[in-house]
T-cell receptor, first 114, second 114 residues
Framework: GENVEQHPSTLSVQEGDSAVIKCTYS??????FPWYKQELGKGPQLIIDIRSNVGEKKDQRIAVTLNKTAKHFSLHITETQPEDSAVYFC?????????????FGKGTRLSVIA | NAGVTQTPKFQVLKTGQSMTLQCAQDMNHNSMYWYRQDPGMGLRLIYYSASEGTTDKGEVPNGYNVSRLNKREFSLRLESAAPSQTSVYFC?????????????FGSGTQLSVL
């Protein structure tokens, strides 16, 4: 089955700097790669996702890149703000159907220092 | 529109006790999921239900049972709680179609087994 590795496990950046979180996956059939943000005391929320037919996707200060050959994808946050502090999870899914469960990485705790 | 509602929010059990975690969604989504979150382990899938009337095991199903009571409700039962089941439990729902794969999470149940 799919295995997703996520690095680093913790990341501290100064406010205004960029943050990068990287994930690798094992199943070459995976074709859907979302990123979830979990704030303290809440459930995870989807912030951005990418499918295997594109290499990059941006949404304001957040971008995700995908390298299918190397089987890795990354989350990039620019101009970080204190409200970006949270735990971030990457995930991957090999499509069988829209109901096929996601496999999550172990998470990255991002701290943005003001 | 509440989304995904989990009850209770907190629970303390003694080893060997049983209990059921409740989850309900008001989004008319097809698939529902139960995850557990432990420090350093990320989100691990316990069971999922791709549609009403079906359930499947995830990565860590031992010690748990589930019931997809109807399209709205998906419960998780611990028949004989063990300290290893101390965790934060998240229920999630997704429309489960090719273009609607976003997972909506509840706010979690924090369970302690003494």
């Amino acid at each position: 089955g799919e295995n997703v590795e996520q690095h680093p496990s913790t990341l501290s950046v100064q406010e205004g700097d960029s943050a990068v979180i990287k994930c690798t996956y094992s199943d070459s059939a995976s074709n859907y790669f979302p990123w979830y943000k979990q704030e303290l005391g809440k459930g995870p929320q989807l912030i951005i996702d990418i499918r295997s037919n594109v290499g990059e996707k941006k949404d304001q200060r957040i971008a995700v890149t995908l390298n299918k050959t190397a089987k890795h994808f990354s989350l990039h946050i620019t101009e970080t703000q204190p409200e970006d502090s949270a735990v971030y999870f990457c995930a991957a899914r090999a499509r069988v159907s829209g109901n096929t469960p996601l496999v999550f990485g172990k998470g990255t705790r991002l701290s943005v220092i003001a | 529109n509440a989304g995904v509602t989990q009850t209770p929010k907190f629970q303390v059990l003694k080893t060997g006790q049983s209990m059921t975690l409740q989850c309900a969604q008001d989004m008319n989504h097809n698939s529902m999921y139960w995850y557990r979150q432990d420090p350093g382990m990320g989100l691990r899938l316990i069971y999922y239900s791709a549609s009403e009337g079906t359930t499947d095991k995830g990565e860590v199903p031992n010690g748990y049972n589930v019931s997809r009571l109807n399209k709205r409700e998906f419960s998780l039962r611990l028949e004989s709680a063990a300290p290893s089941q101390t965790s934060v439990y998240f229920c999630a729902a997704a429309r489960g179609t090719a273009l609607n794969e976003k997972l909506f999470f509840g706010s979690g149940t924090q369970l302690s087994v003494l």
